[in-house]
């Protein structure tokens, strides 16, 4: 087993995409994406992610046991950032929000598999936690690229996973 962060980044897209309203029953996000989203224009009718990788710590965690190597403990944070169109309803983007962090932060609080890459059946193996981050979620209107103001809310996650190196000589 080795690092996994570009899966967990992949992983927590599929996570997002698979959320669903409870009171629409629609899916909540109209797009996810890995990375930043500098024109969400398309997807102004609706409320869209973007999952970034922020930091992250890894360091020995003890020997690999019965392996020849080391366990490493890895820690990367991440940043979903869920907007909504503020120039056309303000009020209805704060809303649209507020319910969206009502229901991913729950999720986030409970979901401590997150689903693998392709086969969202199956969790990613080296991944054995899942938080909300350290830092304060948080929101702003921010102007983007495009011209427009769009509502951004922050939320950290935290994941944990471990793996084993193996040693090597140079």
């Given at each position: 087993?080795?690092s996994?962060?570009?899966?967990?980044?992949?992983?927590?897209?599929?996570?997002?995409?698979?959320?669903?309203?409870p009171?629409?029953?629609?899916?909540?996000?109209?797009y996810?994406k890995?990375?930043?989203?500098f024109d969400?224009?398309?997807?102004?009718?609706?409320?869209w992610?973007?999952?970034?990788?922020?930091?992250?710590?890894?360091?020995?965690?003890?020997?690999?046991?019965?392996?020849?190597?080391?366990?490493?403990e890895?820690?990367p944070?991440?940043?979903?950032?869920?907007?909504?169109?503020?120039?056309?309803?303000?009020t209805?983007?704060?809303?649209?929000?507020?319910?969206?962090?009502d229901?991913v932060?729950?999720v986030?609080?409970s979901?401590?598999?997150?689903?693998?890459p392709?086969?969202?059946?199956?969790?990613?193996?080296?991944?054995?936690?899942?938080l909300?981050?350290?830092?304060?979620?948080?929101?702003?209107p921010?102007?983007?690229?495009n011209g427009?103001?769009?509502?951004?809310?922050s939320?950290?996650?935290?994941?944990?996973?471990q793996?084993?190196?193996t040693?090597?000589t140079?």
């Amino acid at each position: 087993m080795s690092s996994m962060r570009q899966a967990i980044g992949q992983g927590l897209v599929q996570l997002l995409q698979s959320i669903t309203n409870p009171s629409t029953n629609q899916p909540l996000y109209s797009y996810v994406k890995l990375g930043s989203l500098f024109d969400p224009s398309p997807y102004t009718g609706g409320l869209w992610a973007e999952v970034l990788y922020f930091q992250g710590k890894s360091g020995p965690a003890g020997s690999g046991g019965n392996l020849i190597g080391w366990r490493i403990e890895d820690n990367p944070t991440w940043i979903i950032n869920t907007g909504a169109d503020y120039e056309a309803d303000s009020t209805a983007a704060m809303n649209s929000v507020l319910a969206a962090m009502d229901i991913v932060l729950p999720v986030l609080h409970s979901h401590y598999q997150i689903p693998a890459p392709g086969n969202p059946s199956q969790p990613i193996a080296s991944v054995y936690s899942l938080l909300e981050g350290d830092s304060n979620d948080h929101g702003q209107p921010v102007k983007f690229p495009n011209g427009r103001v769009y509502f951004l809310w922050s939320a950290y996650v935290l994941t944990k996973q471990q793996y084993n190196v193996t040693l090597a000589t140079f």
